[in-house]
């Protein structure tokens, strides 16, 4: 929804955008939830494609360019094509098959990656599966984790020495972190680059022998994040209309004549969006300059949870917006957004919102924020005047929706900082 309205402001502005987004069919959870649910993964992608689609549609949020990899015949061969000629040495030399560590579960001998593998973060603890920790952001192969464990039987991983087509992020890191310096990212993520930097950028493998993606090298398929950086590359020139032959250079071609990119993600993504499809763009031959930066949105909790389908702690959007007027539930959530910092959604406050901003829509007389709202502003207002989230505007915006309602005393302490002056006129 950041993205859309992104998109929509810039183009108020007479900006030309081409919007991209698509299904994520090649996630190895797509097998994963199949075996859960006793479908076959055909099934499970048409059914959650569909019920993505209506919500996107019931949110009104549009693509110009929107991805499905399972009925994109062509989107597949291309992303293919281009591997095939990174190992070929087009690009740079940092792509080449390497002999590293592969786990297999010692029990059931599946390939241990993404959702079939789980255990702790080695950097902070926290509970992580394969490919990235989702509370620190970082890079975690099933070899990388503490207590690793297959989520299919429990096994141990069995760990062997395989050679597999690797991408050296060492070897493009002046590219990286050219593009990084030039890039507009949050404090977060800018720590991230800043830690792999001091500890060595890691060695990823591109493709492996597994049983769900796009077929690669040999018996591999590709890793599911590096068919989405590969499936940029190949498909915006394609959408432009400037695709030629469909090969790396002629991909590259087509992308000089993209200005500037923006990823919208959440901050479970940033290895992905912020490290691994730059080095891939690197070891293409992308110039440094085209990622113009991260909108990054925190977790949104739930009632003070964390979302969980397996636990239906969730709410479903299909549902949600199908009884809700679609703008004022994209208001809300812009308001609520977690940029910065966790927020957390309550049926109890998203009612008042509406009950506050309905009228306010229909030309009313704007009336104090209800308590529930105005207190979360106030703590939204003083993360905003940390450094490491500084919003000034989004302080001010916060504080004065304050004035007039329950919470107003306390927004009076934190407006000076912004005022200069000691105290507020009352």
């Known amino acids: 929804m950041a993205g859309d309205v992104t998109v929509r402001a810039a183009r108020t502005r007479g900006e030309s955008v081409l919007s991209v987004s698509g299904l994520d069919v090649h996630q190895n959870y797509v097998v994963t939830a199949a075996e859960q649910e006793g479908r076959t993964p055909a099934e499970v992608i048409e059914d959650y494609g569909a019920r993505i689609r209506s919500a996107f549609a019931l949110a009104g949020v549009e693509y110009d360019l929107f991805l499905d990899p ?5 989107y597949r061969t291309g992303v293919a094509r281009l591997l095939d000629e990174l190992l070929a040495g087009a690009g740079s030399s940092a792509v080449a098959v390497r002999e590293v560590p592969w786990a297999v579960c010692a029990d059931c001998g599946r390939g241990l990656h993404h959702a079939r593998v789980a255990g702790r973060c080695r950097v902070c603890g926290a509970g992580a599966a394969g490919g990235a920790c989702e509370g620190c952001a970082t890079y975690a192969a099933a070899v990388d984790l503490v207590d690793a464990a297959c989520t299919g039987c429990g096994g141990a991983p069995s760990v062997t020495p395989t050679p597999l087509p690797v991408l050296r992020m060492e070897d ?14 949050p404090a977060r993520i800018r720590a991230l680059f800043d830690r ?27 890793d599911v994040w590096v068919e989405m950086a590969l499936g940029y590359l190949y498909a915006v020139p394609r959408r432009l209309g400037v695709l030629g032959s469909g090969g790396l250079a002629d991909c590259l071609a087509g992308w000089s004549t993209v200005d500037r990119l923006w990823h919208f993600l959440g901050i479970d993504n940033a290895f992905y969006y912020g490290v691994l499809c730059p080095a891939v763009f690197a070891a293409a031959g992308m110039p440094p300059g085209v990622l113009a930066g991260l909108v990054v949105n925190e977790f949104y909790a739930l ?7 397996s636990r239906r702690h969730a709410v479903w959007a299909e549902d949600f917006l199908g009884s809700e007027d679609p ?14 910092f966790e927020s957390d959604f309550t049926q109890a406050g ?3 919102f509406r009950d506050w901003a ?9 009336p104090p924020l209800p308590p529930g709202v105005a207190a979360g502003e106030l703590a939204r207002a003083a993360q905003a005047l940390r450094l490491e989230s500084f919003d000034p505007a989004l302080a001010a915006r916060c504080l ?14 934190l407006l000076p900082a912004l005022t200069g002056a000691d105290a507020l006129p009352a």
Do not use: C, H, M, N
Request: glycine content about 12%.
């Open 172 to 185: 493009v890191r002046a590219q990286l972190t050219e593009a990084w310096s030039r890039a507009v990212v």
């Open 196 to 222: 792999l930097l001091a500890e060595g950028l890691p060695d990823v493998p591109l493709a492996y022998p597994t049983d769900w993606g796009i077929p690669g090298p040999g018996d591999s398929r590709i």
């Open 400 to 413: 004065l929706g304050a004035l007039g309602g329950p919470a107003e005393a306390e927004a009076r302490k």
């Open 350 to 352: 998203y009612t008042a």
């Open 358 to 366: 309905g009228p306010l829509l229909a030309g009313a007389t704007p």
């Open 70 to 74: 399972a009925a994109d015949d062509d």
């Open 303 to 309: 009632d003070g949870l964390k979302f969980s389908t």
């Open 327 to 340: 703008a004022l539930a994209r208001l809300y959530l812009g308001w609520d957004r977690p940029s910065g």
